[in-house]
């Protein structure tokens, strides 16, 4: 069975003595897992698979981070694995304390470490799991453990930077939608009739509001979804020449999302290759750690391009969104033999590139968000307040 098709089981079981106790495992099939619990002398109760992005909102970059620091501390003062990993304190952390208990039981079992992570490749990087593997080939899995810390450090800040970016412009849109709702409840349904009633010469900005409130938002929204499921029903008709196009698309006009896919990929590169894993594997690593289908597709065709006899460097032109200086710095590191160099180089430059975009877009942000808080303020001041002055004066001189 292939290892896609395996999933997280969690399970409740009770031992001869009536001991119940919770875990969790990775298994084929409801079958499979009944079978490993009965061989451990466990009668099994109740048992559920649960899908990959739940677990993934459970076992983030935090908890990885929190055991991996842990576990560097204690190998480093002399304890042996199975100890260092007992004495980490996870309590009360739910299914990451299940899935660090059955590491434990599999390393007892006889496996390595990274063998044992290897079944949840699903939740931690393969990238993470291939610095373990290599650390105990080099007869170091500390420095192993070290190194994967050190990449989801890294990641957990590219996260924050780009949550950063959108998190304003979405507490903004919040903020406007909430008092322009509050505005038309409270103000905009109560004002119109005695606008109406009094014959008052209404403004172009109170003529716009009206018909806000008189559009049929239902009928809007329904023809949006209409739309929005013809689009998909066209997409998945026309999937294996559409599905393409997009990815394309996608990667060439999202803010920032060329940069951070390249600048990931080649941080990736450099680390593994750094850490004495060949070209190939280390490309095979980083084409199932990046997320962009299309760089996934590049990274295919470069490996197959290498395993034929070509250079990493000509391998690269004709990338989207990669600039002919990169292409360069690797032609010039892999001709003098330091293409992990160039890698690095490479990854530290996109990663300049893409934190100094980032911070040209946080001082524009605030700008912008003004602007459009302002102009909705002008709207319903023009539309509001305004004519609801202009009422009151005619009521009070009549």
């Known amino acids: 069975m292939k290892k896609k098709n395996k999933k997280i089981y969690y399970y409740k079981a009770v031992n001869k003595s009536g001991m119940r106790c919770n875990g969790c495992g990775v298994y084929s099939s409801y079958n499979a897992l009944c079978a490993a619990l009965n061989g451990q002398n466990l009668t099994i109760l109740r048992a559920y698979p649960r ?45 990451l304390e299940m899935i660090l208990q059955d590491v434990v039981m599999q390393i007892a079992q006889g496996k390595l470490f990274s063998q044992a992570w290897s079944k949840y490749s699903g939740l931690i990087s393969p990238v993470v799991i291939a610095f373990f593997r290599q650390g105990e080939s080099a007869g170091n899995l500390q420095y192993g453990i070290q190194q994967g810390r050190v990449y989801l450090e890294r990641r957990r800040s590219l996260h924050r930077q780009m949550s950063q970016v959108l998190r304003l412009p979405f507490l903004n849109l919040c903020a406007c939608i909430g008092a322009g709702y509050v505005l038309y409840c409270e103000v905009a349904q109560f004002l119109i009739p005695i606008l109406i009633e009094k014959h008052f010469e209404l403004s172009i900005w109170t003529k716009a509001l009206i018909f806000l409130v008189n559009f049929s938002w239902k009928s809007f929204f329904l023809g949006i979804g209409s739309v929005s499921v013809l689009l998909s029903g066209a997409y998945f008709l026309y999937l294996p020449y559409s599905k393409r196009k997009i990815q394309i698309f996608l990667f060439r006009t999202l803010p920032f999302y060329a940069d951070a896919q390249y600048a990931h990929g080649f941080e990736i590169l450099s680390s593994l290759l750094k850490a004495k894993v ?75 590139r893409l934190e100094f975009r980032i911070q040209g877009w946080m001082r524009r942000l605030p700008l912008w968000c003004l602007v459009i808080v302002a102009c909705l303020l002008l709207f319903f001041v023009e539309s509001i307040f305004v004519p609801l002055y202009e009422v009151l004066e005619n009521i009070s001189h009549g």
């Open 51 to 95: 899908p990959l992005w739940i677990n993934r909102l459970y076992f983030h970059h935090d908890a990885i981070i929190h055991i991996l620091t842990g576990l560097e501390w204690s190998l480093s003062t002399g304890q042996s694995l199975s100890m260092a990993l007992k004495s980490l304190e996870i309590k009360g952390k739910g299914s």
């Open 278 to 352: 060949s070209l190939l594997s280390a490309l095979s690593i980083t084409q199932e750690a990046v997320t962009s289908f299309y760089f996934k597709e590049t990274l295919l065709h470069l490996k197959i391009f290498i395993q034929e006899g070509g250079k990493f460097s000509d391998g690269c032109t004709g990338w989207f969104c990669f600039s002919k200086h990169y292409i360069h710095l690797l032609r010039y590191g892999q001709d003098n033999g330091h293409l992990q160099e160039a890698l690095q180089q490479i990854s530290g430059l996109l990663a300049f």
